[in-house]
């Protein structure tokens, strides 16, 4: 039986330190990750702390989920500067990680938007850090917009009578054979 590990402020920096050592590693297959969690445990083991890999590996995506909230809270407006004792650890080395900080949003609401790298210490969340790198398209006519509905539904119809079709064709087919 595993004993609960109490993850203490020490404990978590010795694990973000190692993870952040072997962050290339823990972003390929599954099958090197657990090789990796192993390498990471054995890393926080020789720093005086005596967990698995499997605790290491759930530690570590608590970590990773709470870093990307406050990251997410702190560029969005009315949010204050919200702060947490393992954000600039984290954030050294996951800020520019595409699954933390993408290149670029894509929207039907709001359009395509490349986010901006110019400040590391604010999120690109907020729209007032994103350019539009294209134009948005103006929007359509509401007869238009009818027109393509009424359309798509017709070819809808239209490819439903096709299948109709073949399908009696079939059973013609098959009843002429018995």
Known sequence: MDVVFRW?????????????????ALSSSSSV??????KVSK????????????????????LKLKYKDVLQKRGQSGHGSESWDYFDDIHA???????????????SFS???RTSTDDATTASTSSS??????PKKPKKDKREAESAVERRHQENLDRKDQFLECFRSLVDTLKKAN
């Open 8 to 24: 203490s402020t020490s404990a978590s920096k010795a694990l973000i330190s190692a993870v952040s050592d072997n962050y290339i």
């Open 43 to 62: 890393s926080m083991e020789l720093s005086g702390f005596r967990v698995n890999g499997q605790q290491c590996d759930t530690k570590w995506k608590a």
């Open 129 to 134: 850090s994103s350019s539009l790198d294209t």
């Open 33 to 38: 990750k657990k090789r990796v969690w192993s």
């Open 111 to 113: 359009g395509f938007k």
């Open 93 to 107: 080395f996951m800020y520019n990680r595409p699954e933390v900080n993408p290149v670029s949003k894509c929207s």
